[in-house]
């Protein structure tokens, strides 16, 4: 059985540590697939729980010099499964800033005399302080630098020595090795003093502004992953923590956790409706722009579904609870979200590839600078303050960034407007896209078909009273809009229907059944089901080609098996919002096509009065998906909107997937966006979201590579001081976080 899991991994500090993680998880029996996301701190990870425990896949992860945080959310086995949703696994992002800030303040106040010394000497104002022949400056630095590499920089050489156990490197390898190669030699050099008074100039200034500034850098870094990840910390806070349960009639304040299906609660107004369920008393209008990003309140009446975390605006409404814990629509929110935050971009391939040698690299370049720089010039002091500037302006973390954090902010702005990306896959694939094809019946239209006119065949002697009966009494056991359209006409009509038996529905063409009392067969669909049946379709076609009877799909109802006696006319009326939304895609320079089963002449008279030129019409379910492969083979890289079960395969076939808020399940499962309401402005939305986003990986990834290919070669060259180069080694994370942060103000 398999089984997924998201653990917090912390002890992380760039992206060889994430890579570790996943070299050390992929590589262990049992382990299906995993990913090590380095700006989130989580790992995804889908294991087979018949060969290994969820136990042992933590203990994989601290054998390999790491810990988990228990109190991450998993998307099993966690705070989904004890119905709550905590935000714990964020607040500690809130912890690591502080306790970022502090160090770097103490080491900041500690390295100050040491920079001040450095300028004195720098500007030769004096040479040291003396008491009693001792040199105090000197001393004095020493403690200091002391302090500041081993207590302030102990982060540092602790996940060093980890990793060196393991045989692995990290970002902590480099500048554990760079302070601590300054640090002795200028340690040495004051023994020399003391033991050979010779007077040399010492590089501990250097060893402590390294560790300062890059306590800074990650200081910034921690804050800036904290705002990219506001949006996942803000709905992991929407659930309620408690609820008014009404039982024998008395209200009792509960936890969530204790709530059950099936009990009553009582939510008053402006309160927050604590989990899914249905109304069974009152009437109120109720907020749910938390979950699908529309700031227009829903009315809810008795019947009506309603949705945890959404707000209960002006009635008092009792509920009964249909879902808790993981089940409710927040969990599976929240999970999707994690999901897809933990996942990657095919684009970070590359990325990994080096992150995966590039400490190595840079180490072995940091030696061969030592070499070179020591066998020009025969001055030690040069050679090793030029392989440390190496050491410290290498980073990895930029290049470990750059994908999760624009991922992070798309994912969390998308979730924020009610638009879910499934994976961070979902951002690569909109990057090429050409055409929107859409579904007709649910995606464009409303989905709620009506029946428009009755057409009676001149030829046979039935009323409209008894076509509606005999079509009602056929489609009463469909629960094909289509078919519903006609059994709420016969309603409307008060007209009674009767039993039929041996009901069968063929898709994409109709029903059939057989009439128990005259024991003939009675049909109602279109064309190709009476050609199917070898009827004569001469008036049907007649119809078919009348535009005087208006749009809408013909539904032929066949009487005794072979005569066609009438003709309903079901029309479905256009989303209010589908013209204004296919004007803008085509704006956005893409192509828009309309798929549907609907007769040639009803399907163009729609794509018409839409603005859709590519209409692919009389299109049956199961054809779908081989319309997509046949535009794919002519170039074009096609998204799919769509949002009942025979879209699913659609949704697959598709370069991207987008099924809309009222989709099936199974056509959630297929898309890789889902839209959390039925409002065609989102697919807008999720498109140019996802272009931003890929936009913004690609311009993180150029900025990471472009700074390393730039800063090493000027570290080698000795152009740089450890000082400066530690400096931009920290502010080079920083500036990729900040750019994926533009993705909210855009």
Known sequence: MNKKIILKVTGMTCASCALNNEKALTKTAGIINANVNFASKKALIEYDADILREDQVKKIIIDNGYNIEESATASEGSTFGKSKVEPSAHEHGGDEIQKNWHDFLWAAILTFPLLLEMFNKFFKLRSGIMFLEIDLVMYAHVVLA????????????????????????????????????????????????????????????????????????????????????????????????????????????????????????????????????????????????????????????????????????????????????????????????????????????????????????????????????????????????????????????????????????????????????????????????????????????????????????????????????????????????????????????????????????????????????????????????????????????????????????????????????????????????SKSVIARLQKMNLKVAMISGDNQRTAQAMGAELGIEKVLAEVLPSEKAAEIKKLQTQGEKIVFVGDGINDAPSLVQADLGIAMGSATDIAKEAGQIILMQNNLEKVVEAIALSKMTFRTIQQNLFWAFFYNVIAIPLAVSGVLSPAIAAAAMSFSSVSVVMNSLRIYRK
């Not at 945890?308 to 089940?327: C, H, M, S």
């Not at 924020?416 to 951002?427: R, T, V, Y």
């Not at 090429?432 to 001149?458: A, Q, Y």
Request: hydrophobic letters at 45%.
């Open 146 to 577: 002391t302090i500041v590499v081993f207590y302030f920089g102990a982060r540092f050489h602790k996940m060093a020595w980890k990793q060196a156990k393991h045989l692995s490197a990290n970002m902590d390898t480099l500048v554990s090795m760079g302070t601590l190669v300054a640090y002795f030699f200028s340690l040495w050099l004051v023994i020399e003093k003391l033991l050979f008074n010779i007077e040399k100039e010492g590089y501990f200034e250097a060893a402590t502004i390294i560790i300062t500034l890059i306590l800074l850098g990650k200081f910034f870094e921690a804050k800036s992953i904290g705002q990219a990840g506001e949006a996942m910390r803000k709905l992991m806070e929407l659930g309620a923590k408690k609820a008014r349960v009404i039982v024998n009639g008395q209200e009792r304040e509960m936890d969530i956790a204790e709530i059950k299906i099936g009990d009553v609660i009582l939510v008053k107004p402006s309160e927050k409706i604590p989990l899914d369920g249905e109304v069974v008393e009152g009437q109120s209008d109720v907020d749910e722009s938390m979950l699908t990003g529309e700031s227009m309140p829903v009315e809810k009446k008795i019947g009506s579904k309603v949705y945890g975390a959404t707000i209960n605006e002006d009635g008092v409404l009792q509920i009964r609870v249909t879902q808790t814990g993981e089940g409710t629509v927040l969990a599976q929110i929240i999970k999707t979200v994690e999901e897809a935050q933990g996942s990657k971009a095919p684009i970070q391939k590359l990325a990994d590839k080096i992150s995966g040698i590039f400490v190595p690299v840079i180490i072995g370049i940091a030696i061969l600078t030592f070499l070179g720089w020591y066998f020009a010039t025969q001055d030690i002091a040069t050679a090793i303050v030029n392989a440390v500037a190496v050491l410290v302006i290498a980073c990895p973390c930029a290049l470990g960034l750059a994908t999760p954090t624009a991922i992070m902010v798309g994912t969390g702005k998308g979730s924020k407007n009610g638009i879910l990306f499934k994976s961070g896959e979902s951002f690569e694939r909109a990057k090429e896209i050409s055409m929107v094809v859409f579904d007709k019946t649910g995606t464009l239209t409303k989905g709620m078909p009506e029946v428009t006119r009755i057409v009676l065949n001149p030829a046979y002697d039935f009323t409209e009273e008894k076509i509606i009966k005999i079509a009602g009494s056929v489609a009463k056991n469909s629960e094909h809009p289509l078919s519903r359209a006609v059994t709420e006409y016969a309603k409307k009509k008060n007209i009674a229907t009767v039993d039929f038996i041996d009901f069968k529905e063929i898709r994409g063409k109709g029903v059939t059944a057989v009439c128990s009392t005259h024991q003939s067969v009675v049909m109602m669909g279109n064309r190709k089901l009476l050609e199917d049946n070898n009827l004569d379709t001469t008036w049907a076609q007649s119809v078919l080609d009348d535009e005087g009877l208006g749009i809408g799909t013909r539904l032929f109802v066949v009487h005794s098996g072979k005569d066609v006696i009438g003709s309903l006319i079901v029309a479905d009326e256009a989303r209010y919002e």
